[in-house]
Protein backbone atom coordinates (compact mmCIF):
# COMPACT_ATOMS: atom_id res chain seq x y z
CA UNK A 1 0.00 0.00 0.00
CA UNK A 2 1.28 3.18 -0.92
CA UNK A 3 2.38 5.99 1.65
CA UNK A 4 0.89 9.69 1.94
CA UNK A 5 5.17 10.53 1.13
CA UNK A 6 5.79 12.15 -1.90
CA UNK A 7 9.24 12.49 -4.45
CA UNK A 8 8.98 15.38 -6.43
CA UNK A 9 11.45 15.70 -9.38
CA UNK A 10 11.62 18.11 -11.93
CA UNK A 11 13.52 17.90 -15.44
CA UNK A 12 11.99 13.82 -14.88
CA UNK A 13 11.46 13.30 -18.85
CA UNK A 14 15.35 12.81 -19.74
CA UNK A 15 18.53 12.52 -18.79
CA UNK A 16 19.60 12.67 -14.48
CA UNK A 17 15.76 13.74 -14.15
CA UNK A 18 14.12 10.12 -15.42
CA UNK A 19 17.17 8.10 -13.74
CA UNK A 20 16.44 9.93 -9.97
CA UNK A 21 12.55 8.98 -10.85
CA UNK A 22 13.54 5.28 -11.59
CA UNK A 23 15.90 5.08 -9.03
CA UNK A 24 13.22 6.87 -6.57
CA UNK A 25 10.18 4.64 -7.68
CA UNK A 26 12.15 1.54 -7.65
CA UNK A 27 13.97 1.69 -4.63
CA UNK A 28 11.43 3.09 -2.62
CA UNK A 29 7.98 0.95 -3.69
CA UNK A 30 5.96 2.73 -1.69
CA UNK A 31 6.54 6.34 -1.94
CA UNK A 32 4.78 8.37 -4.97
CA UNK A 33 6.72 9.98 -7.20
CA UNK A 34 5.92 12.72 -9.19
CA UNK A 35 7.92 13.08 -12.73
CA UNK A 36 7.78 16.66 -14.17
CA UNK A 37 8.67 17.50 -17.76
CA UNK A 38 7.49 19.98 -20.53
CA UNK A 39 6.98 16.78 -22.84
CA UNK A 40 3.95 14.65 -22.01
CA UNK A 41 5.33 12.03 -24.32
CA UNK A 42 8.49 11.39 -23.45
CA UNK A 43 7.43 11.30 -19.45
CA UNK A 44 5.17 8.50 -20.54
CA UNK A 45 7.94 6.81 -22.05
CA UNK A 46 9.72 7.08 -18.86
CA UNK A 47 6.82 6.49 -16.95
CA UNK A 48 6.10 2.97 -18.73
CA UNK A 49 9.62 2.06 -18.48
CA UNK A 50 9.10 1.57 -15.04
CA UNK A 51 7.95 -1.61 -13.57
CA UNK A 52 6.04 -0.38 -10.50
CA UNK A 53 2.61 1.52 -9.53
CA UNK A 54 4.10 4.49 -7.77
CA UNK A 55 4.98 6.59 -10.29
CA UNK A 56 3.05 9.60 -11.35
CA UNK A 57 3.49 12.62 -13.85
CA UNK A 58 2.22 15.85 -15.02
CA UNK A 59 3.28 17.83 -18.14
CA UNK A 60 3.98 21.66 -17.07
CA UNK A 61 6.48 24.17 -17.51
CA UNK A 62 7.93 25.09 -13.80
CA UNK A 63 9.48 28.41 -15.23
CA UNK A 64 5.60 29.34 -15.42
CA UNK A 65 2.68 30.30 -12.28
CA UNK A 66 0.72 28.16 -14.27
CA UNK A 67 3.31 25.10 -14.22
CA UNK A 68 4.05 25.29 -10.22
CA UNK A 69 -0.03 25.13 -9.96
CA UNK A 70 -0.26 22.38 -12.24
CA UNK A 71 2.53 20.38 -9.88
CA UNK A 72 0.83 21.00 -6.87
CA UNK A 73 -2.58 20.55 -8.24
CA UNK A 74 -0.96 17.23 -8.94
CA UNK A 75 -0.48 16.20 -5.01
CA UNK A 76 -3.13 15.63 -2.98
CA UNK A 77 -3.86 18.62 -0.62
CA UNK A 78 -2.85 16.51 2.50
CA UNK A 79 0.60 15.34 0.65
CA UNK A 80 3.83 15.13 2.55
CA UNK A 81 6.64 16.09 0.34
CA UNK A 82 9.86 13.75 1.27
CA UNK A 83 12.00 14.58 -1.48
CA UNK A 84 12.03 17.40 -3.81
CA UNK A 85 14.57 17.49 -6.32
CA UNK A 86 15.46 20.47 -8.68
CA UNK A 87 17.04 18.75 -11.90
CA UNK A 88 14.98 20.93 -14.79
CA UNK A 89 17.34 23.13 -16.04
CA UNK A 90 17.35 25.96 -19.53
CA UNK A 91 20.94 25.38 -21.49
CA UNK A 92 20.49 28.43 -23.76
CA UNK A 93 22.27 28.65 -27.66
CA UNK A 94 25.86 28.64 -27.07
CA UNK A 95 27.39 32.15 -27.73
CA UNK A 96 28.46 35.42 -26.26
CA UNK A 97 27.19 36.49 -23.73
CA UNK A 98 26.79 40.00 -25.07
CA UNK A 99 25.01 39.08 -28.13
CA UNK A 100 22.62 37.09 -25.97
CA UNK A 101 18.43 38.29 -26.85
CA UNK A 102 16.37 39.16 -23.39
CA UNK A 103 13.88 36.66 -24.69
CA UNK A 104 16.95 33.62 -24.36
CA UNK A 105 18.20 35.23 -21.03
CA UNK A 106 15.01 35.81 -19.17
CA UNK A 107 13.88 32.02 -19.86
CA UNK A 108 17.17 30.81 -18.53
CA UNK A 109 16.67 32.86 -15.16
CA UNK A 110 13.10 31.61 -15.32
CA UNK A 111 13.42 27.83 -15.43
CA UNK A 112 17.06 27.92 -13.80
CA UNK A 113 16.27 30.66 -10.53
CA UNK A 114 13.02 31.70 -10.72
CA UNK A 115 11.57 27.74 -10.93
CA UNK A 116 13.12 25.96 -8.10
CA UNK A 117 12.77 28.95 -5.57
CA UNK A 118 8.96 29.63 -6.23
CA UNK A 119 8.26 25.60 -6.41
CA UNK A 120 10.10 25.19 -3.09
CA UNK A 121 7.58 27.98 -1.78
CA UNK A 122 4.60 26.49 -3.64
CA UNK A 123 5.17 22.84 -2.08
CA UNK A 124 6.39 24.57 1.60
CA UNK A 125 3.26 23.20 3.40
CA UNK A 126 3.85 20.07 2.06
CA UNK A 127 7.23 20.01 3.42
CA UNK A 128 6.62 20.98 6.61
CA UNK A 129 3.86 18.27 6.94
CA UNK A 130 6.98 15.93 6.47
CA UNK A 131 9.05 17.78 8.94
CA UNK A 132 10.51 16.33 12.70
CA UNK A 133 13.28 16.72 14.18
CA UNK A 134 13.63 12.97 13.44
CA UNK A 135 12.93 12.97 10.20
CA UNK A 136 13.77 16.13 8.25
CA UNK A 137 12.71 16.02 4.47
CA UNK A 138 15.07 16.72 2.01
CA UNK A 139 15.77 19.38 -1.03
CA UNK A 140 18.21 18.93 -3.46
CA UNK A 141 19.89 21.48 -6.21
CA UNK A 142 21.20 19.48 -8.92
CA UNK A 143 24.28 22.02 -9.79
CA UNK A 144 26.78 22.21 -12.00
CA UNK A 145 30.54 22.72 -12.67
CA UNK A 146 29.40 25.80 -14.52
CA UNK A 147 28.28 27.76 -11.32
CA UNK A 148 31.85 27.73 -10.48
CA UNK A 149 33.52 28.15 -13.80
CA UNK A 150 33.21 31.01 -16.40
CA UNK A 151 33.05 28.63 -19.66
CA UNK A 152 32.82 31.46 -22.97
CA UNK A 153 29.74 30.45 -24.48
CA UNK A 154 27.48 29.24 -21.42
CA UNK A 155 27.16 32.33 -19.96
CA UNK A 156 23.77 32.48 -19.06
CA UNK A 157 24.22 28.89 -18.20
CA UNK A 158 26.73 30.14 -15.81
CA UNK A 159 25.00 32.89 -14.15
CA UNK A 160 21.85 31.18 -13.16
CA UNK A 161 23.78 27.85 -11.83
CA UNK A 162 26.28 30.99 -10.16
CA UNK A 163 22.57 32.22 -8.46
CA UNK A 164 20.96 28.51 -7.81
CA UNK A 165 23.89 27.44 -5.49
CA UNK A 166 23.50 30.79 -3.62
CA UNK A 167 19.98 29.55 -3.40
CA UNK A 168 20.91 26.63 -2.07
CA UNK A 169 23.05 28.03 0.66
CA UNK A 170 20.17 30.86 1.78
CA UNK A 171 17.52 28.23 2.29
CA UNK A 172 19.67 25.81 3.76
CA UNK A 173 20.29 28.20 6.39
CA UNK A 174 16.75 30.11 6.49
CA UNK A 175 14.61 26.22 5.78
CA UNK A 176 16.34 24.97 8.55
CA UNK A 177 14.29 26.82 11.12
CA UNK A 178 11.54 24.33 9.94
CA UNK A 179 13.27 21.39 9.55
CA UNK A 180 13.73 20.98 6.36
CA UNK A 181 17.32 20.23 5.12
CA UNK A 182 18.37 21.79 1.61
CA UNK A 183 21.21 20.39 -0.43
CA UNK A 184 23.33 20.39 -4.02
CA UNK A 185 25.40 18.01 -5.77
CA UNK A 186 27.55 18.70 -9.07
CA UNK A 187 27.07 15.50 -11.28
CA UNK A 188 30.16 15.97 -13.55
CA UNK A 189 29.70 15.46 -17.19
CA UNK A 190 26.83 13.06 -17.60
CA UNK A 191 25.57 11.91 -21.20
CA UNK A 192 22.42 13.59 -21.55
CA UNK A 193 20.54 15.58 -24.50
CA UNK A 194 22.59 18.54 -23.11
CA UNK A 195 25.65 17.08 -24.18
CA UNK A 196 24.32 15.99 -27.47
CA UNK A 197 23.55 19.92 -27.71
CA UNK A 198 26.85 20.83 -26.37
CA UNK A 199 28.75 18.57 -29.29
CA UNK A 200 26.67 19.36 -32.18
CA UNK A 201 27.43 23.46 -31.62
CA UNK A 202 28.71 24.42 -35.09
CA UNK A 203 29.20 28.24 -34.97
CA UNK A 204 32.46 30.03 -34.84
CA UNK A 205 34.99 27.55 -32.42
CA UNK A 206 36.22 31.35 -30.73
CA UNK A 207 32.42 31.56 -29.36
CA UNK A 208 33.17 28.03 -27.30
CA UNK A 209 36.89 26.77 -26.93
CA UNK A 210 35.71 23.86 -24.76
CA UNK A 211 34.15 22.59 -27.62
CA UNK A 212 36.62 19.97 -28.72
CA UNK A 213 37.17 18.70 -24.82
CA UNK A 214 33.46 17.45 -25.05
CA UNK A 215 33.25 15.92 -27.97
CA UNK A 216 36.74 14.29 -26.68
CA UNK A 217 35.38 13.32 -23.20
CA UNK A 218 32.23 11.47 -25.60
CA UNK A 219 34.98 9.97 -27.86
CA UNK A 220 36.95 8.43 -24.86
CA UNK A 221 34.22 7.21 -23.08
CA UNK A 222 34.48 9.44 -20.41
CA UNK A 223 30.61 10.85 -19.25
CA UNK A 224 29.51 10.03 -16.57
CA UNK A 225 26.00 7.19 -16.92
CA UNK A 226 22.91 9.02 -15.46
CA UNK A 227 22.34 5.89 -13.62
CA UNK A 228 25.15 5.95 -11.18
CA UNK A 229 24.21 9.88 -10.52
CA UNK A 230 21.02 8.99 -10.06
CA UNK A 231 22.17 6.46 -7.43
CA UNK A 232 24.53 8.81 -6.01
CA UNK A 233 21.86 11.41 -5.90
CA UNK A 234 19.55 8.38 -4.02
CA UNK A 235 21.92 7.65 -1.74
CA UNK A 236 22.41 11.37 -0.50
CA UNK A 237 18.84 11.87 0.21
CA UNK A 238 18.63 8.85 1.98
CA UNK A 239 21.92 7.47 3.60
CA UNK A 240 24.28 10.80 4.88
CA UNK A 241 23.61 12.47 7.60
CA UNK A 242 21.22 15.99 8.05
CA UNK A 243 24.63 17.84 8.52
CA UNK A 244 26.45 16.66 5.97
CA UNK A 245 23.69 17.00 3.15
CA UNK A 246 23.36 20.60 3.57
CA UNK A 247 27.08 21.84 5.22
CA UNK A 248 28.49 21.59 1.65
CA UNK A 249 27.56 21.27 -2.34
CA UNK A 250 28.80 17.83 -3.41
CA UNK A 251 30.89 16.96 -6.29
CA UNK A 252 30.53 13.29 -7.31
CA UNK A 253 33.56 13.16 -9.11
CA UNK A 254 35.49 14.37 -6.09
CA UNK A 255 33.24 12.83 -3.18
CA UNK A 256 33.42 9.35 -4.76
CA UNK A 257 36.80 8.91 -5.33
CA UNK A 258 37.60 8.65 -1.54
CA UNK A 259 34.29 7.98 0.45
CA UNK A 260 34.29 4.31 1.76
CA UNK A 261 30.54 4.44 2.13
CA UNK A 262 29.73 5.69 -0.72
CA UNK A 263 31.60 3.26 -2.34
CA UNK A 264 30.30 0.17 -0.11
CA UNK A 265 27.09 1.11 -1.16
CA UNK A 266 27.69 1.37 -5.16
CA UNK A 267 29.01 -2.26 -4.75
CA UNK A 268 25.90 -3.54 -3.11
CA UNK A 269 23.27 -1.33 -4.90
CA UNK A 270 24.94 -1.28 -8.40
Not at 73 to 81: D, G, K, R
Not at 188 to 214: A, E, I, L
Not at 220 to 243: F, H, S
Request: proline share 4%; hydrophobic share 40%; charged share 20%.
Amino acid sequence: MLSNNWAVITGASSGIGAAILRRLAMKEKNLNCLGIGRNLSRLEEVQQSIDTNNVHIVSADVSTPEGITAIVNALPPNACVKYLVHSAAFFAPIGPLIEMDNAQFREAMATNLEAPLFLTKALLPNLKRCATEATKPRVLHVSSGAAHNAYEGWGSYCITKAGFNMMYRVLAGELSHDNILVGSVRPGVVDTPMQDTVRGYNGDSSHFPMHTKFIDLHSQGRLECPETVATYIYWMLKEINDDEFSREERDIRLSSKDDARWKEYLALNS
